[in-house]
Every structure is written in C-alpha cells, then in structure tokens.
C-alpha cells in the first residue's frame, strides 16, 4: 500500500505589510498561489488543498486552483486555517499533510519530496535550514487532531510540535523559506 500525502497550502491572510493579499502577488507571470500549490503537486502532494480568505472570489477568479477551501475566519489568524484545511483533508484518504505557507516562493519541489517521502499516520517532520526549523512541515494524520485543538490566533503548529518528537529534514541546499512579507523582499513584479 502507498502512503499518500496531501498537500495543504495556507494562504487565507490579508497581506498587510504587502499591502495586498500574497496570494494576489505575481511572480514570474504566475501568482503566488499558484506557484506554491505547483510546488506541493510537483512534489508528490495529492490532493493539494489551498485555504482562501481575504479577497478569495478574486483569488478563484483568477488562479487556477485544483481544490480550494474558503476560511470565513481568516481575520482571526492562520491557526483557524490550519483548523480548516485539516478538516477539508479529513474527507481523503491522505495519510499525511505536507503544510505550506503561500509566502514563500524559495520552498521548491525537492524540499517538499524530501518530507513526502517520509509520510505516514504517525510521522511529524519538518524542513530544517542551518539548525531552524522552517517550512514545509509534514503532519501524519495520527496528530491533526492534536494540531487542530492547538492552532489558535496566528499560531499554526508550532505549540503540537514543541511538544512532540519532530524529525528535522535538512533543506537548505534545495530550498529557502525566508517570507516574502514586504514588495521591497519580493524580486518578481507585483500587479
């Protein structure tokens, strides 16, 4: 039998610093969203679901997105999105969650297939960059409940995975998951 992993993109926030919602911004003639979702499909994720928020009938409007879930509580952080995104995956058969955040465009398909590749129900592993820990995180199935109880205001993962054993996936000579928060740290157009 083979593992699946699904990949679970979180890019429901308004974007403030940006001054616009990140999922909007363009990068190389593409959206950010839709690189991203790239990303986790071309490394091994199935199915990839994407959580809107701000601005989501314009982001559907215009990315070409497999599955989209809308947070009607985005304003509230990316805990309710994590909280939303699992609840969508709860619905497949995927064994685990490879999660991404829609800022950051350095995250390639190598990083994610690193993780992937280690998928199972009871696995928690997340990318490490020169001793930090960084995106994508992959979250076994066994723990999405337990994460969900946790992701709260603008708090993802992080308080399930201090307290639990998290196996570090070095990433650093494939990948980099600094976030593109400011127009001044992006290098691609933004219309």
Do not use: F
Request: aromatic share 2%; hydrophobic share 45%; proline share 6%.
């Amino acid at each position: 039998m083979t593992v699946t992993a699904a990949g679970l993109l979180l890019a429901a926030g308004a974007g403030r610093r940006y001054g616009m919602p990140k999922a909007l911004v363009r990068r190389d003639g593409r959206l950010l969203v839709e690189h991203a979702a790239a990303t986790l499909r071309d490394g091994g994720c199935a199915p990839v679901v994407v959580v809107l928020g701000a601005a989501a009938d314009q982001v559907q409007a215009e990315a070409r997105l497999d599955r989209a879930v809308v947070n009607p509580d985005w304003p509230t952080g990316m805990g309710s999105s994590l909280r939303a995104g699992l609840a969508a995956l709860a619905a497949t058969d995927a064994e685990a969650a490879v999660v991404l955040l829609v800022d950051q465009p350095g995250v390639t398909a190598a990083a994610v297939r690193r993780l992937v590749a280690l998928s199972g129900p009871d696995v928690l592993a997340m990318a490490g960059y020169a001793g930090r820990r960084g995106h994508p995180v992959l979250l076994g199935r066994d723990h999405w409940a337990g994460v969900a109880g946790l992701a709260t205001g603008d708090v993802g993962a992080r308080p399930y995975l201090s307290a639990h054993p998290v196996r570090i996936v070095p990433c650093e000579d494939v990948a980099d998951d600094r976030d593109v928060d400011t127009p001044e740290e992006h290098t691609g157009s933004h219309a």
